[in-house]
């Protein structure tokens, strides 16, 4: 029976564990929101509104910076 290690990803053998975390690293890189400026989350904040009644769902845009 293989040993389970607990890892920052989850439990997994310990084959997989080296790999797993490296994914979930490279994961956190892509996680970069974007630095914006008031008027521009408030701009964001209307979208969010307006296609919540046009769709009748509770909606959340996010801005990531893309390289």
Known sequence: M???VHSNVTE???SCRSAAE???AELAKEDVYADL???C???IGR???KIGRETGEKVALVAYRVS
């Open 47 to 49: 979208l969010e509104e």
């Open 37 to 39: 400026s008031g008027g």
């Open 2 to 4: 293989m040993a389970t």
């Open 22 to 24: 490296h994914v979930a």
């Open 12 to 14: 997994l053998p310990e």
């Open 41 to 43: 989350l408030e701009k």
